[in-house]
């Protein structure tokens, strides 16, 4: 699997009561390393999206392969915009500015809720963010340390500064 020297998604999942979920290291797909390729050494555009979606998955993605998205039960990608008050600048969490810190880290500033289920989703054991709020191309993936079913009438959420990502320490 390849990582940008540790790209951690160190996210908790608050499913339900009081539930939290931590992710393991996390990585890029081969999708977002190429734009990234082409955008710092090659004069490409990134083309980062304005939208980032967030996706649970039944089977983890790897860096080639798609993995296995929720289905059904009323179940979406949550849209979070890209943006300084979205995300944390790397000098702190919660922090609203461009970022100025040293130790590569950022965290969404506000709680990431999905739909309520209407059916059991199944067990999740990764999640990720998409460019599109179906299909379109998942960049960034990680698994969950503890998997969690996901029943009927749960709430599912990231709660703010839950979804860290690391790059580059």
């Known amino acids: 699997m390849k990582r940008i020297n540790h790209i951690i998604?160190?996210?908790?999942?608050?499913?339900?009561?009081?539930?939290?979920?931590p992710a393991a290291a996390g990585a890029?797909?081969?999708?977002?390393?190429?734009k990234?390729?082409?955008?710092?050494?090659?004069?490409?555009a990134l083309g980062a999206p304005v939208t980032w979606y967030v996706a649970l998955y039944?089977?983890?993605?790897?860096?080639?392969?798609?993995?296995?998205?929720?289905?059904?039960?009323s179940y979406a990608r949550v849209a979070v915009?890209?943006?300084?008050?979205?995300?944390?600048?790397?000098?702190l969490?919660?922090?609203?500015?461009?970022?100025?810190?040293?130790?590569?880290?950022?965290?969404?500033?506000?709680?990431?809720?999905?739909p309520t289920p209407t059916a059991g989703w199944g067990t999740v054991v990764c999640w990720g963010l998409a460019d599109a709020a179906s299909a379109g191309n998942l960049w960034i993936y990680s698994a969950l340390t503890v998997n969690k079913t996901i029943n009927n009438g749960d709430t599912v959420s990231f709660s703010a500064g839950a979804a860290t990502f690391q790059i580059d320490n």
């Not at 915009?81 to 000098?91: E, F, I, N, V």
């Open 9 to 21: 998604l160190a996210g908790l999942l608050a499913i339900a009561t009081a539930f939290s979920l």
């Open 28 to 34: 890029l797909t081969d999708y977002a390393e190429n």
């Open 36 to 44: 990234i390729v082409d955008a710092t050494l090659r004069g490409q």
């Open 58 to 73: 039944t089977v983890c993605p790897t860096d080639s392969t798609a993995g296995t998205e929720v289905t059904g039960g």
């Open 81 to 91: 915009t890209a943006g300084l008050t979205q995300w944390a600048g790397t000098q």
């Open 93 to 114: 969490a919660g922090s609203t500015t461009a970022s100025s810190g040293t130790g590569g880290t950022t965290s969404n500033n506000a709680t990431i809720s999905f």
